[in-house]
């Protein structure tokens, strides 16, 4: 099986730009999660879609926002850029739910954004 | 309130030998999944291995090992016979599953960068 996927791997926009990054999950896998990862802040959760439903959401300004297709791939748009907004913003997948290994994410390789 | 807590920045192992690497969590849930992730330089989070808050017995993958000791609310990574591709990023993460449902949220620790010496 082929695994999550994520588009563009690199990125670069200045202040007030907006981006959007895209994200294809392994073959199967309905829910798609996002994360920012920052030296100052780590690992941060942005937000997890279910069946084109966002189902959680993490700590963050409305500029961060993102939505899911029928096919469960899923796109994260950032408006008016922030210097602070430069990252890796990882993308994860997972199939099943529940207590079992099913509800494992699997990452994708990130997208790197910097922000002049 | 920090959930996930990794005490050790940074750990170096001699090649062949095995190394823990320490994580300790925080949940009020009855219900949890604990989670470790190698990241190497790359950026790509690579999944290792899972613990269900219900397993009563240790999660093994091959080299690794969790050591679960659920009433010190502690999660270790034992690596094996540690090899030099071994070196890299690793995070801890607990997902809670709130009234038995399970969401995609991660919660990460700091995570402890492990160099593996030849």
């Known amino acids: 099986k082929a695994g999550v996927t994520q588009t563009p791997r690199y990125l670069i926009k200045t202040r007030g730009q907006q981006v959007t990054l895209s994200c294809s999950p392994i073959?199967?896998?309905?829910?798609v999660s996002w994360y920012q990862q920052t030296p100052g802040q780590g690992l941060q959760f942005l937000f997890e879609?279910?069946?084109?439903?966002?189902?959680n959401k993490g700590n963050f300004p409305g500029r961060f926002s993102g939505r899911q297709f029928s096919n469960s791939r899923s796109e994260m748009n950032v408006s008016t850029l922030e210097l602070g907004d430069s990252a890796l913003y990882l993308c994860?997948?997972?199939?099943?739910?529940?207590?079992?290994?099913?509800?494992?994410?699997?990452f994708g390789p990130g997208t790197r954004l910097l922000v002049l | 309130a920090q959930k996930i807590t990794q005490t050790q920045p940074g750990m170096f192992v001699q090649e062949k030998e095995a190394v823990t690497l320490d994580c300790t969590y925080d949940?009020?849930?009855?219900?949890?999944?604990l989670f470790w992730y190698k990241q190497p330089s790359s950026g790509e989070m690579i999944f290792l291995i899972y613990q269900g808050s219900y397993d009563e017995q240790n999660a093994t993958e091959g080299r690794y090992s969790l050591n679960f000791q659920k009433a010190r609310k502690s999660a270790n990574l034992v690596i094996s016979a540690s090899q030099l591709g071994d070196s890299a990023m690793y995070f801890c993460a607990m997902r809670e599953d709130p009234g038995g449902t399970s969401y995609g949220k991660l919660t990460f620790g700091q995570g402890t960068i492990l160099t593996v010496h030849p």
């Open positions: 073959s199967g896998h309905r829910s």
């Open positions: 879609y279910f069946s084109e439903t966002q189902r």
């Open positions: 994860a997948s997972r199939g099943g739910s529940g207590l079992a290994g099913g509800g494992t994410q699997y």
């Open positions: 949940t009020s849930d009855q219900s949890y999944g």
